[in-house]
């Protein structure tokens, strides 16, 4: 079992760049990860995976080309680097872990969750 705590969120500009972060409890080089987002009155959505040994990764379309998932598994921690920010990226951020699967996008495969972190971008 792992926790995740996710932190970096806050209040920003449209145009500009935030970087999230979610650290393990443990170890999560044998994890898939994820990174999903929920807007208010709107259901949480997909926003990018990266594979266990951080060689794989898969973006929603709204974030191809300005959002960047990356891992250190020595410091047991995903990083989302989000640039060329939206007032429309404003949401909760959830980072997500799945145990079973060496890549993982669908939602409900996923184990363990963070409690989320909050990005505001105003236009």
């Known amino acids: 079992q792992v926790q995740l705590v996710e932190s970096g969120g806050g209040l920003v500009q449209a145009g500009g760049s935030l970087r999230l972060s979610c650290a393990a409890s443990g170890r999560i080089s044998t994890y898939a990860m994820g990174w999903f987002r929920q807007a208010p009155g709107k259901e949480r959505e997909f926003v990018t995976a990266?594979?266990?040994?951080?060689?794989?990764?898969t973006y929603a379309d709204s974030v191809k080309g300005r959002f960047t998932i990356s891992r250190d598994n020595a410091k047991n921690t995903v990083y989302l680097q989000m640039n060329s920010l939206k007032p429309e990226d404003t949401a909760v951020y959830y980072c997500?872990?799945?145990?079973?699967?060496?890549?993982?996008?669908?939602?409900?495969?996923?184990?363990?969750w963070g409690q989320g972190t909050q990005v505001t971008v105003s236009s």
């Open positions: 990266i594979s266990r040994s951080g060689l794989s990764t």
């Open positions: 997500a872990a799945d145990e079973n699967s060496y890549f993982q996008t669908r939602e409900y495969e996923f184990d363990y």
